[in-house]
C-alpha cells in the first residue's frame, strides 16, 4: 500500500498516514447532508462579493474554517485537557455552484478518518439547500513547545467521532 507525504509549509511536518486515494470508498456521495453531524451557519455579507457578484471563491476557505476550528474546540473542550495544537496541513475545495448575497450559508462537518496524529475532516457547503462546494482538511495534533507530531489521545479520537451541533 502506497503511503501518501504531505508536507506543511514552514512547519516541518511529514504527514505518512494520509490515506490513498485509491482505497478511499467510491460510493459516498459528500453532498449529501446526511453525512454530517456538526453544523454551523455563516452570513453572507455584501463583502464577499466580487466583480461578478457572486460570493467569492476565497470565502469558501473561510467559512470551511469557520465550521473545522468550532468543532475541533467542542471536541478538544469535551476532553477537559489541552492536548497540544492543531495545524491545517491540507485542505482541498471542489466548487460546485455559486452562492450570492444576501442569506447565509451552513457548513457541515464530519470526521472522515482519524490517522495516529492527524484528522481528515469532510465539509460540505450548502446555499438554500444547495451544495456549493466540498472541502477536505487534514490537521495534525502536535506538541506546542516541539511542534513535533503526538499520537492523538483516546478520549479526543472518541470526542471527534462523536460530536455534534
Given amino acids: ?16 498516514d494520509a490515506m490513498p486515494d485509491s482505497s478511499r470508498p467510491r460510493d459516498i456521495d459528500s453532498a449529501d447532508p446526511g453525512l454530517y453531524r456538526y453544523w454551523s451557519r455563516e452570513i453572507l455579507r455584501w463583502g464577499d462579493c466580487d ?9 469558501f476557505a473561510r467559512f470551511f474554517e469557520g465550521g473545522r476550528i468550532p468543532y475541533m474546540l467542542k471536541a478538544v473542550a469535551a476532553t477537559g485537557t489541552e492536548p497540544g495544537e492543531f495545524l491545517l496541513v491540507r485542505l482541498a475545495i471542489d466548487f460546485r455552484g455559486e452562492m450570492h ?9 464530519r470526521v472522515v478518518r482519524l490517522g495516529r496524529s492527524s484528522v481528515e475532516l469532510g465539509h460540505a457547503l450548502y446555499q438554500d439547500d444547495r451544495c456549493t462546494a466540498l472541502s477536505q482538511a487534514v490537521v495534525v495534533l502536535v506538541d506546542a513547545a516541539s511542534r513535533a507530531p503526538i499520537r492523538l489521545p483516546e478520549d479526543l479520537r472518541h470526542q471527534l467521532l462523536n460530536t455534534t451541533t
Fill in 1 to 16: 500500500m502506497q503511503s501518501d507525504r504531505c508536507l506543511a509549509s514552514g512547519a516541518g511536518l511529514t504527514m505518512m
Fill in 51 to 59: 466583480s461578478q457578484g457572486h460570493i467569492n471563491n476565497v470565502q
Fill in 101 to 109: 448575497f444576501p442569506g447565509e450559508a451552513r457548513v457541515g462537518s
